[in-house]
Nanobody, 126 residues
């Protein structure tokens, strides 16, 4: 089992940057593919970015490609989401998620993930 705690959210102006962190405790993080999802008010939870468990292969939603970067430090047991050029439509609660997986498995479907953090609010003002 793994416990996830997100941090780093806040209020930022359009065009600004934030870095979210997801601190993991419990089992070795290198066994888990990790992802970020987000949920805006009145909308379904949507995929943002994912990273495989070991050699940092990544995948992004089209809406954030080129602006967001997911990364991980397995020794520190932390996963990051660097968000640049933020837009008001990026406003949402951002969730970190984990699934114990094979080397090249990093799904985009939220149903595939086993563990979730409590979320951190990101608000982008226009």
């Amino acid at each position: 089992q793994v416990q996830l705690v997100e941090s780093g959210g806040g209020l930022v102006e359009a065009g600004g940057s934030l870095r979210l962190s997801c601190a993991a405790s419990g089992r070795t993080l290198s066994r888990f593919a990790m992802a970020w999802f987000r949920q805006a008010p009145g909308k379904d939870r949507e995929f943002v970015a994912a990273i495989n468990r070991s050699d940092a292969k990544t995948y992004y939603a089209d809406s954030v490609k080129g602006r967001f970067t997911i990364s991980r430090d397995n020794n520190k047991k932390v996963v990051y989401l660097q968000m640049n050029s933020l837009k008001p439509e990026d406003t949402a609660v951002y969730y970190c998620a984990a699934v114990e997986s094979g080397r090249d498995y990093y799904p985009v479907d939220s149903d595939e993930y086993e563990y979730w953090g409590q979320g951190t609010q990101v608000t982008v003002s226009s």
